[in-house]
């Protein structure tokens, strides 16, 4: 397929090798961020990104120069890379594969199938209205196990699976994300190389990073207090501890999680306390989730967490409670003394 990049998807995408080689053809050393105001334009945006990835889970306008943003993104990755905090570095590449789905929502399907099959090296083939895709590069990207994406309510011919590009743009962003994630752990520049600017960029980085963490890390140690865990069903202990650890969960999961913690009694503000420890948190988005599933928006319903048939079928449970249909049974039976009895399956 053959697709003509502007310098504009240079500023949009800076990750195509065609946006990097470009910038290489400039002959920008290591030791020339270092010097002049080229240098320190292009360090002060990659560290400016970084630090809105942080505080606001965005990325900050892009500049109009498609050459400093490329440069400004491969300085970001070689500052991650020198950090080195694997919870940092999902963070910012979520934030960014956030940034570049919304990009991609509005291109040219050739461009999105280019960027799949160039990029990522999916197997694609345009189809009318909607695209074929290998059934691997699928799976293996998956934003969810629930409705339209679970493998039953997709026609597969062999070995190939029709998806919408709204579809394509959703599972390429999980790719992109770990093609990120991928670029920053191949970073391979000597520490000793660095010019000062940058070790300066790592320290405020750093800083706020910690700052971070540290509030969060007194979020885990509530968490992980007293013996209210030992009373919730294991797949509410799961997702609970995905959180703990800086993990993502997915959207089913989330929902779950946010109704069972509001059914036993926790207030808006205790769950979003927990969801804050989530790489992708941001406030508004989530209290206006919370406070709908609470029953304070919306249609004023508030929500139960899925029934035990329903978490197996999301992919959200793998085990068998003995006589227990509903994860808040097993909670109410566990919190009278009377814990069910529990095996995983195989």
Not at 85 to 107: H, P, T
Not at 142 to 164: Q, S, Y
Not at 177 to 193: A, F, H, T
Not at 309 to 336: A, D, E, T
Request: hydrophobic share 40%; net charge positive.
């Amino acid at each position: 397929m053959r697709v003509i990049l502007t310098l504009e998807d240079y500023i949009h995408y800076p990750f195509l090798p065609e946006a990097i080689e470009r910038v290489k053809s400039l002959g920008l050393t290591i030791e020339e961020l270092g010097e002049g105001e080229l240098g320190e334009e292009i360090i002060e945006n990659a560290k400016n990104k970084i630090l809105m990835a942080i505080k606001e889970r965005i990325l900050p306008p892009y500049l109009n120069d498609p050459d400093i943003e490329v440069a400004s993104f491969l300085a970001s990755l070689i500052i991650l890379s020198i950090i080195g905090d694997s919870r940092l570095i999902e963070r910012y590449s979520i934030v960014f594969s956030k940034s570049v789905s919304r990009y991609l929502s509005e291109d040219y399907p050739e461009k999105i199938i280019y960027i799949g099959s160039k990029l990522l090296g999916w197997q694609i083939i345009k189809n009318n209205s909607t695209i074929k895709l290998r059934v691997w590069n699928y799976v293996n990207h998956l934003p969810e196990f629930k409705g339209r994406w679970k493998l039953i309510n997709k026609p597969l011919d062999r070995g190939w699976i029709h998806v919408t590009y709204k579809e394509l743009v959703r599972l390429l962003e999980n790719g992109i994300r770990l093609y990120i994630r991928d670029m920053i752990e191949r970073v391979n520049i000597s520490p000793s190389e660095l010019p000062d600017n940058i070790y300066r960029a790592v320290e405020e980085i750093s800083s706020t990073w910690g700052s971070m963490q540290t509030e969060l890390e007194k979020i885990r140690m509530r968490l992980g207090k007293g013996r209210e865990l030992e009373v919730y069903p294991p797949c509410i202990r799961t997702m609970m501890n995905e959180i703990k650890a800086g993990r993502n969960i997915t959207h089913s999961a989330r929902f779950a999680l946010a109704a069972f913690l509001l059914n036993i009694g926790l207030s808006v503000e205790e769950v979003l306390e927990i969801f804050k420890l989530s790489p992708d948190y941001r406030d508004d988005i989530a209290r206006y989730q919370v406070e709908h599933i609470a029953g304070l928006r919306g249609s004023r319903t508030k929500y139960t967490t899925y029934k035990c048939v329903n978490m197996k079928s999301l992919g959200l449970c793998r085990w068998h409670c003995q006589g227990i249909s509903h994860p808040l049974q097993y909670y109410f039976k566990s919190i009278r003394g009377k814990p069910p009895y529990v095996s995983e399956e195989s």
